[in-house]
Nanobody
């Protein structure tokens, strides 16, 4: 059984940082593409970042480049999202997702991923 559990969310002031973790069980993470998505209040789920199976190719939402960093530790079966210089508009529930057969043209689409975590809340507020 595949299970993804996010952690590390919380409430921070603007300009703060958080590091989210996504622990994967039931699958060998090295064989999967991984991604982070977020869902702001009242809005659709949106792409944040993705990392292909090789671990060497990463992709970001244009608006987040330079502030967010996705990484993985296959030995720990864990995916990370380092978020710096947080803004109020980064407030959302953050979800991790994995899939084995993601093609490059679909890597930013939620529909490309079969397995999802329940999400962790990130609130950026003064």
């Amino acid at each position: 059984q595949v299970r993804l559990v996010e952690s590390g969310g919380g409430s921070v002031p603007p300009g703060g940082s958080l590091r989210l973790s996504c622990k994967v069980s039931g699958r060998d993470l090295s064989a999967y593409a991984v991604a982070w998505f977020r869902q702001p209040p009242g809005k659709e789920r949106e792409f944040v970042a993705a990392n292909r199976r090789s671990g060497t190719s990463t992709y970001y939402a244009d608006s987040l480049k330079g502030r967010f960093t996705i990484s993985r530790d296959n030995a720990k079966n864990t995916v990370y999202l380092q978020m710096n210089s947080l803004k109020t508009e980064d407030t959302a529930v953050y979800h991790c997702a994995i899939d084995q057969g993601v093609i490059l043209s679909s890597i930013r689409l939620p529909s490309a991923y079969d397995w999802w975590g329940q999400g962790t809340q990130v609130t950026v507020s003064s």
